[in-house]
């Protein structure tokens, strides 16, 4: 009803013609710029895109060294644990064989000391044993007892007096 009443050919035909002249200078200047501009933000984006997920792969790798660099923190750090445990265990093996060494120096120093004291009692025993015998012998002769009882009674009475230490 209205739309068909008004409706012009000539009109038309003269829209038509400006749409597809417009068109024609739109596909001429701008769409080229226009398509230009969306293939660059395209690219831009892509690149955005592309450029997170080396990032992503970056970080990845970056945690992978990470993990290794701590594992080999911790493998270093126990073998060093265990080279300071060797030394401290052999510093004590030294010095329990050191102080085992010590003691059987001083333990033998002190046998020979107490044999060398032992000899000397000994030897001033014999030199003491050996006075006395001269002593006795001497007193023996001096009084030139008559009998025999009586120069056992006096050598039995010096015995007495005598005390060996």
């Not at 000397?120 to 030199?127: F, Y």
Request: glycine fraction near 4%; hydrophobic fraction near 45%.
């Amino acid at each position: 009803m209205g739309i068909f009443n008004d409706f012009s050919v000539g009109l038309f035909f003269m829209q038509l013609v400006i749409l597809a002249l417009l068109i024609f200078i739109m596909a001429k200047f701008a769409w080229k710029p226009i398509l230009n501009a969306l293939n660059e933000r395209e690219e831009g984006i892509q690149g955005a895109l592309d450029a997170a997920e080396n990032a992503r792969k970056e970080m990845q790798n970056l945690q992978a060294d990470n993990e290794r660099l701590a594992k080999e923190a911790r493998a270093e750090r126990d073998a060093m644990m265990k080279e300071a445990r060797e030394i401290k265990d052999k510093i004590i093996a030294d010095a329990k064989k050191e102080a085992e060494d010590q003691t059987t120096i001083m333990i033998d120093n002190a046998k020979a000391t107490i044999k060398q004291e032992q000899q000397a009692a000994i030897a001033e025993l014999k030199k003491t044993v050996g006075n006395l015998s001269i002593e006795i012998a001497q007193k023996v002769v001096r009084k030139e007892l008559a009998s025999q009882d009586e120069q056992l009674k006096l050598v039995e009475g010096m015995l007495e007096e005598v005390t060996l230490n």
